[in-house]
């Protein structure tokens, strides 16, 4: 069982709804991701949390909108998406201290978006 | 801009057969790398680190040469449980980014009996 919780798992929304997709670890990581995967691609790098602050935003349009509340919980807000948006998005943590770090990705289980 | 390439594949083998998986990376500053395997409407799950001595673990055998920025995967006396996505991520840490890790395109896996 993986220790990234992801909510909800499958969400429809219309074009011009606001929702938000929600993300949680308890393993005292201090870096959060979000990855969007379309079907048969693979996970392409969102946004990068490191310390709770955003440290890399990978050119993602606006109407994606990520906060991070704590260092446990991670939010991507979403308003006026379009159909293309539609996929697969992957929360993932890892450890990230200054002098060290295992590396491993921990992933959550993703939350299936779909644009009508 | 790819970070990270692999060949898709497909690769369709019989069990027992051994498979390499090959990918190369762009980024002469990519500090570690990792094989994570992914099956069909799961998240990633990460398969093996890759060292630059080379790493072995059962039946994987994961290769990593610096020099010429490219990374293997061996999977001897392949299983049908092994039919997966196999894909090679690359850890790029910024001084004021921390971790960053890009995935390859994934070279999809099928064993036959």
């Known amino acids: 069982d993986t220790e990234v919780t992801q909510t909800p798992k499958h969400l429809v929304m219309g074009m011009t709804n606001k929702k938000s997709l929600k993300c949680e670890q308890h393993?005292?990581?201090?870096?959060m991701y979000w990855y969007k995967q379309k079907a048969k691609k693979p996970p392409e790098l969102m946004f990068v949390?490191?310390?709770?602050?955003?440290?890399i935003n990978e050119s993602v349009p606006s109407r994606f909108s990520p906060e991070c509340p704590n260092s446990s919980l991670l939010n991507l807000h979403l308003h006026a998406l379009q159909p293309e948006d539609s996929a697969l998005y992957l929360c993932?943590?890892?450890?990230?201290?200054?002098?060290?770090?295992?590396?491993?990705?921990?992933f959550g289980e993703g939350s299936r978006l779909t644009v009508l | 801009r790819k970070e990270v390439e692999q060949d898709p594949g497909p690769f369709n083998v019989p069990e027992g057969a051994t498979v390499a998986f090959n990918c190369t990376y762009s980024?002469?500053?990519?500090?570690?790398f990792f094989w994570y395997r992914q099956d069909c409407r799961k998240e990633p799950k990460l398969l093996m680190s890759?060292?630059?001595s080379g790493n072995e673990d059962g039946r994987f055998t994961a290769q990593l040469n610096r020099a010429s920025q490219y990374i293997s995967l061996l999977i001897r006396d392949s299983k049908l449980s092994d039919s997966a996505t196999y894909l090679c991520?690359?850890?790029?840490?910024?001084?004021?980014?921390?971790?960053?890790?890009?995935f390859g395109t994934g070279t999809s896996l099928t064993v036959i009996p």
């Open positions: 890759v060292y630059s």
């Open positions: 980024n002469s500053a990519s500090q570690s």
């Open positions: 991520v690359v850890n790029i840490r910024g001084p004021n980014t921390g971790n960053q890790f890009y």
């Open positions: 993932a943590s890892s450890q990230d201290r200054d002098r060290e770090s295992t590396g491993e990705l921990f």
């Open positions: 393993m005292g990581h201090r870096a």
């Open positions: 949390y490191s310390y709770e602050k955003l440290s």
